[in-house]
């Protein structure tokens, strides 16, 4: 049950519509209208070189048409990963994560494009979508995640997808076999796993810059033979649970302070709530 005056921001849903939205338009303007918007708003070297550097954000709504694949390609992986990523981010960082995503995406395959053969200009919302793609999947390694080859369902661990899909694209970006932008997704994928290293605090230092988030927890020395270390036992865990508390309601606390108490998740809700009775004395120490 929600406060009220609370709202269920879902941005990854607003953005699906868009996409949608933005498709048929350009549709019926391209073959109907003769109106070449890709030539217009799509992101090429000649465009950024002309100083349409708007172009970064207009080709992202972009897509090949007349035939949805592409564009229906986009949305789903919308669905299935952006909303997670929302719910887990909020509404802000997932769009930064987005944007950003599509628009070092579109610039990498703008600089290395022409060195490599990939000439022309690119539409579509796929760096963004791989940024966010790439976001769950190193914030979730564990995650089951399903994807369709040739459509064959495929479920494999989220860490393992995200590197079959990076060793896909750059096999793809050495040996070119279709005209889909894959250094773009290559570029979206790094956004998407600096954006996750650059929010795990404990992770900043260039020596774990490439460890997975909650894979690599701290080692307990114990000492063993040693009366005074046996009477510290009981103080020590006590304190090592007020810790991991504290990691765990501390980010909650923050969000709360920058999006307000209606972003909370609903486990993040009951984890703030068992923190308050254990504070309080109402819940039994486990």
């Known amino acids: 049950m ?15 519509w868009v996409l949608a939205a933005c498709f048929v338009v350009q549709s019926v303007l391209e073959f109907h209208g ?10 090429s070297r000649e465009a950024l070189m002309g100083g349409r550097i708007w172009t970064l954000l207009t080709y992202q709504l972009l897509h090949s048409v007349p035939m949805p694949f ?39 395959q703008v600089m290395l494009g022409g060195l490599l053969g990939h000439g022309g200009p690119i539409v579509g919302a796929s760096a963004g979508v ?16 399903m994807f369709s080859l ?13 590197w079959v899909l990076v060793a896909y ?24 796993t600096l954006a996750v290293r650059w929010m795990d605090a404990e992770n900043r ?11 690599h927890k701290p080692r307990l020395t114990l000492v063993r033979d040693d009366p005074r270390a046996a009477k510290a036992r009981p ?38 709530e068992k923190a308050r009775k254990r504070m309080t004395g109402n819940s039994p120490q486990a």
């Open 2 to 16: 929600r406060a009220s005056g609370e709202r269920d921001i879902r941005l990854a849903s607003k953005l699906i």
């Open 34 to 43: 003769r109106v070449n918007l890709t030539g217009t708003l799509g992101l």
């Open 70 to 108: 592409h564009v229906l390609a986009n949305c789903l992986g919308l669905y299935f990963f952006g909303r997670r990523v929302e719910e887990r981010l909020g509404w802000r960082r997932f769009a930064w994560i987005y944007v950003l995503g599509g628009v070092a995406g579109g610039l990498l």
């Open 130 to 145: 791989c940024a966010v793609m790439a976001t769950f999947c190193r914030l979730s390694p564990d995650d089951r995640a």
């Open 150 to 162: 040739y459509f064959i369902p495929i479920e494999m661990r989220a860490s393992i997808l995200l």
């Open 169 to 192: 694209d750059a096999w793809c970006t050495v040996f070119p076999v279709d005209r889909v932008a894959h250094i773009a997704h290559l570029g979206g994928y790094g956004i998407g």
């Open 205 to 215: 230092s260039w020596t774990a810059w490439w460890r997975i988030p909650g894979r």
């Open 235 to 272: 103080r020590d865990r006590a304190v090592r649970r007020a810790d991991d508390w504290s990691k765990d309601i501390d980010p909650i606390l923050d969000k709360i302070a920058a999006q307000g108490l209606h972003s909370l998740t609903e486990v993040e809700r009951s984890m703030l």
